[in-house]
């Protein structure tokens, strides 16, 4: 996420000041660049690896401060999550066995932070979004207390004014209101950084626009938001929309989010791209301006170039210019940030090969890219295989329009090989990881498709929150395996655990999917629902959404006793629906919603979140919970002793606190 010393609460004469800053930075990379002064004979690559950190249950971590603190390594440092970690690789040259150091780096790098995560009895995890995410974990106490974060927050969300709408659509659709940018903590990457030399910048970094959907296809691994089945890389959609500083008046005249692919090709220098940034885009963090980069460069000094970096790390391109100084010499690099975190090390490895080994073959083989492809060829291409995976339709140098994975299979991987065979990349390594890519392509498989696969086979009366952990689990159980993702098995939900019923909360099994009706419709239809539904309590509400009451079964067979039904007269749910409530928020514990419809006698607590019904809790929930662990401890009683059955049967009390045990666990 860039410098973290950044100035907080500024004024306008601040932020004149660091915008000044920002265009003399601008102005001496221009005359350093005609000056010659970049390094040209130079192939690097690195990477950052951001990590989701879980407790035991699955469900985020916010220990990220702990973590860092007691693993003692410079490489590590913070995310805009509490539960997200970003661990920066070495900067290696791109030969020999770059690519195997590389993977030895990030296996070694994770396994401290899981070593140090397992002493805080939480793990690790990479995906592009963690399946458990609620909504509930979007809160301003998992926001990272640095200035950075807190100022991005802020003036993110003071710059697009009103309410921030997030509408994504997928198998299911997902829309919500937000009043900040927390939904930001969903996202993690993993990011593969290509240092070349400057005169031929402006050719490679057109070919990382023109690559970026086939590298994409098979690397989705994002297909899940809140319990919600959207894209198969849904954190292209997120991330645009968590920092989008567009009014609706910015939206109407077209101008482009600050997370964007772009909107041409580059024709003579990455200049044009950082001058379109610059005026573009307005400064969101400011800090001190410790240098004049004009002095710096005319006492023939490299200057650092702080303000403009910091203010190029708040423009998310997907491929991204950045600037860096190595060994003393200025350099720029393609930051490709489009790849999501996981499924695994060796899968992330192989995407980079993949990347880099047609970086390396394509721009010598073709030339120039924009003589070949449309711009809105290369753009529609990336967003469509964002969306379908491996199932996307691309278009190729011929124009021609395919399967993404018939493209990848027959024309990109075997140049992909003499790429990396071209800069000499170790065999042994360059074969390894671009196999696991045509294995997964030939499968017809990625993380977001064996995602999908493996909740498509769970059974589908098991709550949803205990199929996002059983997924979950598996990832980070193959993961620790280290095995590629075209070996594992579909993700099932285990017969007997310690944790999966370890509900802390009752947003994490409430019902979200609700029958309701309106206050002025008849009471028939209300009948009629509970019946074809088999539910016993109708919850009634408003065109907006707000909860006005509830309907039961027992009001019904109420009503039917007191003999005053006039069939003649239709019956209206506002004569009959109870206005006077408990409800309880989606934060709400597990045990406090028990005890609560224990101690009144109730068997439906409606979950309202700002006077809007967002679930829906009853006393079947419960002892569906209690009967799952009755079967688990009977089933171990029975075993340890087979003629003692009868004994060990619970009445409902003892289950019920048997629940209620377990939860505080």
Known sequence: MGDKQVTSGYDEDQMREFTL????????????LDAGMFAEDVCRIGAEQEIFLVDQAMHPAPIAMEVIENARDGRLTTEIGLFNLEANLTAREFTGNALGEMEAELNEIIDKVRDVANELNSGVVLAGILPTIQASDLTSDNLTPLPRYHEIDRVVTKLHGENRTIQIKGLDELQLTLQNTFIEFCNTSFQVHLQTGVKDFVKYYNWSQAIAAPVLASAVNSPLLLNHKLWHETRLALFQHA???????????????????????????????????????????????????????????????????MHNGTIWRWNRPCYGIVDGKPGLRIEARYLPAGPSVVDEMANAAFLLGLMME???????????????????????????????????LDGKSRRVGTLILEELLPRARKGLEHVGIASFDGDRLLDIVEKRVSAETSGAKWMLDSLATMDPKAKLNVRMRSL???????????????????ASIPTSSEWIDNYKTVEQFMAVDLFTVRSEDILDLAANLMHWRHV?????????????????????????????????????VRDVMITEMITIEPETSTLEALRIMREHNIGCLPVVKDGFLVGLV???????????????????????????TDDTKMTEQVRYNSVARKISQ
Request: hydrophobic letters at 35%; zero cysteines; glycine letters at 6%.
């Open 618 to 644: 009853t006393a079947y929930d419960f002892l569906t919970v209690s009967t799952k662990l009755f079967e688990e401890r009977l089933g171990e009683l029975t075993s340890e002793s087979p003629t003692s």
């Open 243 to 309: 920092t989008d500083t567009r009014s609706h008046v910015h939206k109407e005249r077209n101008q482009p989010p600050r997370v964007n692919f772009g909107e041409r090709w580059v024709d003579e220098s990455i200049i044009e791209v950082l001058r379109e940034d610059a005026v573009r885009f307005r400064v969101l963090l400011t800090q001190a301006v410790d240098e004049d980069s004009q002095a710096v460069l005319a006492n023939g000094a490299i200057p650092k170039l702080n303000a403009w970096r």
């Open 472 to 490: 979950t689990s598996e990832m980070k159980k193959n993961q620790e395996l280290g095995s590629p993702l075209h070996e594992w098995p579909l």
């Open 536 to 572: 016993r309590h109708v919850p009634v509400e408003d065109d907006a959404g707000r909860l006005l009451g509830i309907v039961s079964h027992r009001d019904l067979i109420r009503l039917l006793a007191s003999g005053k039904i006039d069939r003649a007269k239709p019956i209206i």
């Open 21 to 32: 800053g920002v265009l003399t930075d601008l102005q001496a990379m221009e005359k350093m």
């Open 362 to 396: 394509l721009p010598e083989e073709f030339g120039d890219i924009s003589k070949k492809m449309s711009f809105d060829d290369a753009k529609n291409s990336f967003y469509n295989v964002a969306r379908y995976g491996l199932g996307g339709q691309v278009r190729g």
